[in-house]
């Protein structure tokens, strides 16, 4: 580790993810999503080591996430579903990015940018079946599609497929959605288009709702490594954690039974202790509300930590294991090598593995490996 902290990303892990899943779920076609940043793993080193492993879909958020991927040179499909007023669509029809459309007002912007360009924009149409995010309304699905189709006559459009989002609420809440997207299917059809690709699972219903799957799944969290359920934990899904948040002890401290620790003295020694204190803070992504239960690894033992959460450091009571300025801290990793989980950071703070590996901040360099291929460095440096 060249600095006292790192997230270092398992990009072999992450291939070998989308390998696996891909046997399980055994779709025709597999989006790995990388939006915001690639859940913090870093969207372009983690989108090639996706497409090695087998994804030949590439999904994320906004239109300027998607650029950066081609500006990257990956030119894999890429589809981008959350526009806000003013998206670019010209610059994603030129890129060759498919847009998610979600009204008719984004089907005749989408149509107007490929008019002036002189091109035929790729465009799938989301369709909203429960989840009340973005998607046209069930009672707009005929006028949308009519639309959308009526462009793809005159060569503005080809609107290349439909997809929606579950809300992973319950089994029959998934049922009410996949009888509602068969209907968006069928309304899709009887608007005279020839859907290519159909998707609605993530990572969850795609593991555990084979009615869910159609054509394409849309995968995310499980590429990382990380479990979408609470009742089934990476190694259960045959997943491997991608990433390993790291630190470096920067001070370690005596302290007299009844000190108070950290802002607010939250908590206070019960008795005489040694505390390490590591330099990662909620600037970096540990969570300030993390409590009970939050732990690292220092020298392959698990200590907890103690005290309020800082913005650039928190303290981890050692007790009487010797610890020296220097040593290795994990926060979270692969917990088969013993170390803390991001799902075990989630439920310590409130939260879940998603938000504790996306929410890793800028300030944490990425360094990559692959650590199968036991190469130590694959790609180096930032994404
Ligand atoms: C529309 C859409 N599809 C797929 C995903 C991937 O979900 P997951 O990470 O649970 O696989 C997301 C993530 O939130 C999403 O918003």
Redesign the pocket.
Known sequence: MTDFREAVIDLGAVQANVQHLRRLIGTRHTMA?VKANGYGHGAVPVARAALAGGADWL?VADIDEALALRAAGIDAPLLA?LHGPDADFDAAITAGIDLGLSSAAQVRRAADAASRLGRIASVQIKLETGLNRNGVDEADWAEVLGLAAAFERVDRLRVRGVFS?LANTSAADDDAAILAFGRGIAAATAAGLTIDLAHLA???AALRVPAARYSMV?????IYGQS?FSDADSAALGLTPAMTLRSRVAAVRQVAAGAGVSYDYLWRAAADTVLALVPLGYADGVPRQAGEGAQVTINGRKHPVVGRVAMDQFLVDVGGHPVAVGDEVVVFGDPASGVPSAAEWGAAAGTIN?DIVTRVGARVPRRYVDADAGTGDATGGQP
Do not use: D
């Not at 849309?218 to 499980?222: K, Q, W």
């Open positions: 999503v999904g579903w989002h993530s990572t969850a849309r995968l995310g969290i499980g979408p998603y």
